[in-house]
């Protein structure tokens, strides 16, 4: 039984600021330790449930903060500043499963800490059929395409309640309540550790009983930005519509291929400044 993971950072427990998702740091060095346990405790639960095969997507920042060697599992392991597919690489039709670790709310979640979309500084807004999506959201596009139910996530309650429209039978682990962008209650890291644990566990013990991501196609994503440099450079995109001044829509029956789009505009945006 193969389990794709992808993971994050910013949901990681304790974790309420940028100087601790972004190295070099000492802080972040303790973070990025902490971020580890996470994903090996899922690991751990999904082993226990008799998966036998891993492959873990460091999808955070530039995509490296994971250590191989102390991966669990025997886990292979996705990392690089560059991938085509971005959080979702690496996923294709021989799994069985895909989790999502440490995960945060969306760009337009003020109550969620460290919110943002793929690009803080110039994605303001993404909606899926017309429902505020995140990460995880936008992410369950790949799974959808490749027939891979999406099982878990751990992070704040404000990103479990954003996936569950695409998401609905999820196993949730939330392991910190945010207070606001930069401050959050959260649980203690054994604990957190434990709860992911046994999510991972009861997620792959129930398999056959999730379905698919639910998003109906052919599928629309919309993209509100910052500015209006950034909508105007996003219509440069072929199946990119422009409707108003700072919002492009994007639509295709192929949910690949409508997150392969959304990829491309989000490189696109690293290129302009706020």
């Not at 992808?6 to 998702?21: I, K, P, Y």
């Not at 025997?74 to 560059?82: I, K, M, N």
């Not at 751990?154 to 309540?177: M, W």
């Not at 056959?208 to 500015?227: H, K, Q, S, V």
């Amino acid at each position: 039984m193969k389990v794709f993971l992808s993971t994050d950072m910013e949901g990681t427990a304790g974790v309420v600021d940028w100087g601790q998702v972004r190295g070099p740091a000492q802080e972040y060095e303790y973070y990025r330790g902490q971020l580890q346990a996470e994903v090996n405790a899922a690991i751990d639960g999904a082993l226990a449930a008799g998966a036998t095969e891993f492959l873990v997507n460091d999808s955070h920042s530039t995509m490296q903060n994971l250590r191989p060697d102390e991966l669990h599992g025997r886990a292979s392991y996705l990392s690089g500043r560059h991938k085509p597919l971005y959080m979702m690489e690496g996923l294709d039709d021989s799994f069985d499963a895909a989790l999502f670790i440490s995960y945060h709310g969306s760009a337009d979640s003020t109550s969620s800490v460290l919110f943002h979309t793929y690009n803080p500084r110039a994605i303001a807004e993404v909606r899926l059929n017309g429902e505020i999506a995140g990460e995880a959201g936008v992410n369950a596009l790949v799974a959808l395409a490749h027939g891979v139910p999406v099982v878990l996530i751990s992070g704040d309650r404000v990103t479990i309640d954003e996936a569950q429209p695409f998401c609905p039978d999820i196993e949730s682990v939330v392991v910190k309540e945010s207070v606001s962008h930069n401050a959050a209650l959260s649980l203690h890291p054994d604990t957190a550790r434990e709860l992911i644990r046994d999510g991972a566990q009861r997620a792959v013990d129930r398999l056959t009983g999730f379905r698919l991501p639910t998003i109906t196609l052919p599928a629309e994503l919309t993209i509100r930005y910052r500015n209006r440099a950034l909508a105007e450079l996003g219509c440069e995109l072929r199946g990119v519509e422009r409707r108003d001044e700072k919002i492009v829509a994007l639509r295709n029956d192929d949910p690949l291929r409508l997150f392969r789009i959304f990829i491309a505009a989000v490189f696109l945006s690293r290129g302009v400044s706020e």
